[in-house]
């Protein structure tokens, strides 16, 4: 074989090596096994909501039946005071009420410390809120939203201005990834308007 010869096999032996070492890494990178996964948000299941009337407390409230509503053991104080937890296993949620009764003389008192409680409870974060009366007018409810990173991110007061005041708070486990518990605060909220809307008052009962 001629020098000549030699050099064009050579030079044709570089060149197709060149060539496909070039083709294989392009195909390395297009290969979309090599490319980053999204992480995956936790899946939210909803259930369909379907209430009961519960009547544990002096008020007769209506429960989602996916939820499980229990009197605190060590509910009944002094004054009358009450405390019951409205759990939701299947989003590891609970909404935490308390029934105090109240007089025109001690109310503002009572709001006051409640709304700076709120005001704790959602670490200084500035709240959206909405009022309304019931339908019949005996009572007021107030709701605080916070949004979903915070520990609590909807409260509640409600009052008949004369011999009770009912709150609450949604606490949701998992508040590392706000966006992945949004779903469940918004399910909850639901549930929770849906009650305070059809609260039973004692004398109702």
């Known amino acids: 074989m001629t020098q000549t010869a030699?050099?064009?096999?050579?030079s044709?032996?570089?060149?197709?090596?060149v060539a496909l070492t070039?083709?294989?890494?392009?195909?390395?990178?297009v290969d979309d096994t090599t490319m980053p996964r999204p992480r995956a948000m936790m899946r939210i299941d909803r259930i369909d909501s379907t209430y009961t009337h519960v009547d544990i407390l002096p008020l007769g409230l209506l429960v989602n039946n996916s939820a499980v509503a229990e009197e605190s053991t060590d509910s009944t104080t002094g004054d009358g005071s009450r405390w019951l937890n409205i759990s939701y296993p299947h989003y590891r949620s609970t909404v935490y009420c308390?029934?105090?009764?109240?007089?025109?003389?001690?109310?503002?008192?009572?709001?006051?410390n409640r709304r700076?409680?709120?005001?704790?409870?959602?670490?200084?974060?500035?709240?959206?809120?909405a009022v309304f009366e019931d339908s019949l007018g005996r009572y007021t409810a107030e709701v605080f939203f916070a949004g979903a990173d915070v520990p609590t991110p909807l409260q509640f007061i409600t009052t008949d201005s004369t011999s009770f005041i009912f709150t609450g708070a949604l606490y949701v486990d998992g508040r590392n990834n706000p966006d992945s518990i949004a779903p469940v605060v918004d399910y909850i909220t639901d549930d929770v308007m849906t009650m305070l809307q059809n609260l039973k008052l004692p004398l109702d009962k």
Request: aromatic content about 10%; hydrophobic content about 50%; charged content about 20%.
């Open 6 to 10: 030699k050099y064009i096999l050579f």
């Open 98 to 112: 308390s029934f105090v009764p109240v007089s025109r003389g001690n109310l503002a008192q009572h709001l006051d």
């Open 116 to 129: 700076k409680r709120i005001s704790l409870n959602a670490e200084g974060r500035e709240m959206r809120s």
């Open 12 to 17: 044709f032996v570089s060149v197709l090596i």
């Open 22 to 29: 070039a083709i294989a890494i392009v195909e390395y990178v």
